[in-house]
């Protein structure tokens, strides 16, 4: 029997195993010098700690690894791992570490106590263990973990084989999440290997870069196997990289709010998406950095986006850009798409362009319009069930009554809400058109009682009529009218 060390060992047998991991030679990570080894294992140990606080237990668990190469008879690497195990519920791995310790420490060492202390408290642990996840039923598992918040749900992954396996098949707790800017969510980035593949909706509502590039970066490699729709909340997409031959999106959002983003932010999405894309929410209109100043517009300059078309869009959705450059590559986008059912322009300076393009496609659904620069909004007769008109600030009184005859006989359902210049003629207009059924009216401040009752008495279809916030109608009016 030899007395050697386990760095002896290791430096004749480069294959040689200590307990359950690998001895690697000790002289390529430890300094020669005492001294430096102590401050060494000073900032590894601190390292390790900060890791396993975070829950980046695997990483936290090589580094405490690397503490116990760099000087084997030093307790201080087996009390770190022991802790970390201990931490994540593996007690049999942390009595195996202690035990390792006890092996390699010298009984004299101030710490072996220590050691033995950890060991005893590990097994105690272990012996009053009871493993509810391995022991109880899938479906009570799966009710117990869709009611934990995600930081809890992240954690669980890290116990043992056993739970990672359970939390897994649970797919239904992981189909849709949010990520924000919380602790929970660095913590539930760090498991994202193990549940993009059940992601079905994502919604990411954090500024936090390292969050976004780590998502961004499973995406571009097809870790997201279910995705099928990407809500962004937002607008600091130009400094993402999105890479092609990966599955494309079916649904792309974007903020809707006061500031939109930026066109070239978000054109190499809807690019590599082209084939798969079934519903978009693009608002392209002022950036909150475009209006402090410090951005500059959109030009397409050498790029072309000619190619860009959409085959199987079903709702498209837009807010026009500060320039309009965007505008006629959107407008190209779905010029021969006969998926289109739903069309919502904010914006749009091109709108008679638009209308030209609906007429050579299958009838629309739906069309919502605010803030068309257009006298008349419509310029040709569309086969419509939905249509909205919101704020037609540009628009004429006559330019509204001749939209508003070239619908009748298609629109069911229509709503005319804050058009300052609406006025009882439009009303009656409307009463005359046929198939009406439902009628919404809001924030019309020039329209009156006799108008209402005009269209009320006119139509023969009409069935559904809402009024809000009219300045001149009152409730009484309404209902002993109705």
């Known amino acids: 029997m030899t007395n050697e060390s386990p760095s002896s060992a290791c430096k004749r047998d480069p294959d040689a195993k200590v307990g359950n991991r690998e001895c690697i030679p000790t002289t390529e990570i430890a300094s020669k010098d ?31 690894q690397d503490i116990i190469t760099s000087n084997e008879t030093s307790a201080q690497g087996y009390l770190r791992l022991g802790e970390i195990y201990g931490a994540q519920g593996k007690q049999r791995l942390a009595i195996e570490t202690y035990d390792e310790g006890l092996l390699w420490v010298p009984s004299t060492d101030p710490c072996y106590a220590i050691l033995v202390d950890e060991k005893g408290k590990a097994t105690e642990r272990s012996n009053r263990c009871i493993d509810f996840v391995a022991d109880l039923p899938f479906e009570l598992i799966q009710n117990i973990l869709v009611d934990l918040p995600k930081g809890s749900k992240a954690a669980c992954l890290h116990v043992s084989n056993v739970w990672r396996s359970k939390v897994l098949n649970c797919e239904l707790i992981w189909a849709a999440i949010t990520v924000e800017d919380t602790d929970f969510d660095k913590c539930f980035a760090a498991v994202l290997p193990h549940i993009a593949a059940y992601v079905e909706d994502l919604t990411m509502d954090s500024s936090n870069s390292h969050i976004w590039f780590r998502f961004m970066h499973y995406m571009q490699n097809g870790a997201f196997k279910k995705i099928k729709s990407l809500h962004l909340k937002v607008t600091a997409l130009e400094d993402l990289d999105v890479s092609d031959g990966r599955p494309g999106l079916r649904e792309f959002y974007t903020i809707s709010g006061n500031y939109g983003a930026p066109p070239q932010g978000v054109l190499p999405f809807l690019i590599r998406s082209m084939d798969t894309i079934r519903v978009i929410v693009a608002n392209i209109s002022l950036t909150k950095a475009q209006d402090l100043g410090g951005a500059p517009y959109f030009h397409p300059g050498d790029h072309t986006y000619n190619h860009l078309r959409f085959p199987d869009l079903q709702r498209l959705s837009y807010w026009s850009d500060p320039t309009t450059l965007f505008e006629p590559i959107l407008l190209r986008s779905f010029s021969a ?129 809402i009024i809000a916030q009219c300045s001149q109608l009152t409730k009484y009016h309404y209902h002993q009218n109705a």
């Open 34 to 64: 005492p001294i430096d080894t102590v401050q060494l294992i000073a900032t590894l140990d601190q390292r390790a700690y900060n890791l396993s606080l975070k829950g980046e237990f695997d990483e936290a668990v090589k580094v405490a």
């Open 337 to 465: 798409c006969t998926t289109l059912r739903a069309l919502t322009v904010v914006q749009m300076k091109i709108m008679g362009e638009v209308i030209d393009t609906l007429m050579t496609l299958p009838p629309l659904e739906e069309l919502d319009m605010s803030f068309t620069w257009e006298e008349e909004p419509i310029t040709q007769a569309l086969s419509l069930r939905i249509l909205a008109l919101w704020e037609l600030s540009c628009a004429s009184e006559d330019g509204l009554d001749r939209s508003l005859k070239k619908l009748s006989g298609a629109v069911t359902f229509l709503n005319l809400s804050k058009v300052h210049f609406a006025k009882d003629r439009h009303l009656a207009t409307i009463g005359a058109m046929q198939g009406l059924k439902k009628l919404k009216l809001q924030m019309l401040h020039c329209i009156t009682s006799t108008g209402v009752v005009t269209a009320i008495e006119t139509s023969e279809t009409l069935e559904h009529l």
